[in-house]
Structure formats: structure tokens, C-alpha cells
């Protein structure tokens, strides 16, 4: 049973992992300002695969919390679960969180940085836009922090009770008693009739 539920945890890890890893990928290619020129009033911007690197982020940071959620059964944050613990729901709750947070920080800056054309402003300059820096490692970062709550959680839940379906017996020991020589009395055994 521990093996499976490693082996789970590190699945959940691997993903968040492969998230993080493409919104840093996608921080490290992304548009900067002194990439883009100015051609007859419209932006020019070279191509570059952070637009792809930050949709595949967030659809890593998605299936991530979808697997999570169906697996370790989202931490017992908003159902009466018994083995909930108030940290297991706090950390499924964070994770919830820092997962949306991350997606919403990916798929915007993945749209601002395919963006084309410009905005002329009051004084006649044009103005080009691009993705600040670390809006991708934002992203990024609450991706693998989804990932790691949301085992976290899974791991903080308190386990079922054991249940034992063969009840203790008794034996009479003491200083002067010999099991031999006393054996200990059972019930007798009820058995239906048979019928031949």
C-alpha cells in the first residue's frame, strides 16, 4: 500500500515538475522590449515559443490539479471527510488556489506576449506591449507549489483505524497454573443440522 501511494505522490511530482519547467521555459524565451520594432506604426515582434511553452504550463498546472483532485481526493478541503485534518484542508485549499493563480498568470502573459500591433497615445508615440519579467516564473512557481500542496495534503490526512475481525482470547496464566493441566474451557460449537 505505501509503494502505491509513493508511486501516486510521484506522479502528482512529475507533473508539477513538467509545469514548472515549461513556464521557466517559457520566462526564458518570452518577447523582451528590445526584440520588438516599429514598421509604418505596428509593433513588429519576432516569433518566439513562449506562447506555446505558457499554454502547455497551464495545461500541466490543470491536469495536474485534475489528477490530484481524482486521486488523493482534493485533501477533504470542502467535504465532510473524516480523515480530514484542519492542515490536510488548509493545504488543499492553497493548493486550489496557487493552481487557478497559476493557470490565470500563464494563460495571460502566453496572450500578451503573441500580441501584435500598438496603441498610439495622446502625444502620437507608439506604444508596444510585452510581458513583464518573472510573470512567467510566477506562474511557474505556483504551479510546482499547487503540485506540492496538494501531495501535502494528501500525505497530512489522518489514516483509517485498523479494524481487527478476530477478537483477543484470554488465557488464565499465573504463577501456579499449567495450561496442560487446565486447558482453557471453550464455548461449545453450534453447528445447523445437516441433511443428507
Do not use: H
Not at 16 to 42: C, P, Q, R
Not at 53 to 58: D, E
Not at 89 to 105: D, E, N, R
Not at 157 to 168: D, K, V
Request: aromatic letters at 10%; a neutral charge; one cysteine or more.
Amino acid at each position: 500500500m505505501e509503494s502505491k501511494v509513493a508511486g501516486y505522490c510521484a506522479v502528482a511530482a512529475v507533473l508539477g515538475i513538467i509545469a514548472a519547467t515549461t513556464g521557466f521555459a517559457a520566462e526564458a524565451t518570452k518577447v523582451k522590449a528590445s526584440e520588438v520594432y516599429i514598421v509604418l506604426d505596428t509593433c513588429i515582434y519576432p516569433s518566439s515559443p513562449a506562447l506555446a511553452l505558457g499554454i502547455v504550463s497551464a495545461v500541466f498546472t490543470i491536469i495536474t490539479r485534475i489528477y490530484i483532485s481524482v486521486t488523493f481526493g482534493s485533501g477533504g478541503c470542502c467535504r465532510t471527510d473524516p480523515n480530514a485534518t484542519p492542515i490536510s484542508k488548509l493545504l488543499s485549499v492553497l493548493s486550489w488556489v496557487a493552481s487557478v493563480i497559476a493557470v490565470g498568470l500563464l494563460l495571460t502573459a502566453a496572450g500578451l506576449n503573441n500580441r501584435e500591433g500598438g496603441q498610439v497615445d495622446s502625444y502620437g508615440y507608439i506604444t508596444c506591449y510585452v510581458v513583464k519579467p518573472g510573470i512567467f516564473a510566477t506562474g511557474a512557481i505556483l504551479a510546482l507549489l499547487s503540485a506540492v500542496f496538494g501531495i501535502a495534503a494528501f500525505i497530512t490526512l489522518t489514516p483509517q483505524p485498523q479494524i481487527t475481525t478476530n477478537p483477543a482470547v484470554a488465557y488464565p496464566m499465573g504463577a501456579n497454573v499449567d495450561p496442560e493441566k487446565n486447558p482453557v474451557p471453550f464455548p461449545p460449537q453450534q453447528y445447523p443440522p445437516q441433511q443428507y
